[in-house]
């Protein structure tokens, strides 16, 4: 019963870094999904996949890429850390758009310093 | 663009009453869904309830309930006989049924706490 699972749960980056957000799920989701959570301010998509080789923007998608090559992964990248990216992140996958339930990720929590 | 509207940043609730959640949202479309997620302090999302937006009848999952008001745009989460395990920040959330691509539009969300 893995689900979606999200890697790595804690995080410090120095600002200038970059690094990669792994996110595998187990269910044969075709849809895929980045969201950050910041104090207040509920979640923000920032991008979404439909399925293998698709992506797109959602909310607030700069400073972050992403790829799908495989239905089961969806990496979300960060590129030249900023403070401003410190948040927490959640990866969800839905089987379907519309009704589709998403099923989370348990989160991980990256600090830019 | 849709928007979803949590007015209440937090509320609190005697053990054992009940609670009701306010969320609002605003949308040009007639068809599409509405949710409640909770996030307990271990941060993970759940799934509370769900609406669709073309039926009349409330949704209702044991304890939990929605008031849903369509003219209003309302979409309210009514708890009953609280619990301590319902503490939880929970969020309510939109998303179209057109198209296939349809993304969830959360609120700010409500920090529920529940006091013994």
């Known amino acids: 019963n893995a689900g979606v699972t999200q890697t790595p749960k804690f995080r410090i980056l120095k600002i200038g870094q970059s690094m990669t957000l792994q996110c595998t799920q187990d269910m044969n989701h075709n849809y895929m999904y980045w969201y950050r959570q910041d104090p207040g301010m509920g979640l923000k998509l920032i991008y979404y996949s439909v399925g293998a080789g698709i992506t797109d923007k959602g909310e607030v998608p700069n400073g972050y890429n992403v790829s799908r090559s495989t239905t089961e992964d969806f990496p979300l990248r960060l590129e030249l850390a900023a403070p401003s990216q410190t948040s927490v992140y959640f990866c969800?996958?839905?089987?379907?758009?519309?009704?589709?339930?998403?099923?989370f990720g348990e989160g991980s929590r990256l600090t830019v310093l | 663009a849709q928007t979803v509207t949590q007015s209440q940043p937090e509320m609190s609730v005697q053990e054992a009453e009940t609670v009701t959640l306010s969320c609002t949202y605003d949308t040009s479309e007639s068809d599409y869904y509405l949710f409640w997620y909770k996030q307990p302090p271990s941060r993970q999302m759940i799934l509370v309830i769900r609406?669709?937006?073309?039926?009349?009848q409330n949704a209702t999952e044991n304890r939990f309930s929605v008031n849903f008001q369509k003219a209003a745009k309302s979409f309210s989460l009514k708890i009953s006989d609280s619990q301590l395990g319902d503490a939880a920040m929970y969020f309510c959330?939109?998303?179209?049924?057109?198209?296939?691509?349809?993304?969830?539009?959360f609120g700010k969300g409500i920090t529920l706490s529940v006091r013994p």
């Open positions: 609406q669709e937006a073309y039926k009349q």
């Open positions: 969800a996958s839905s089987r379907t758009g519309g009704t589709g339930e998403l099923f």
């Open positions: 959330a939109y998303r179209s049924a057109r198209g296939a691509n349809s993304k969830l539009t």
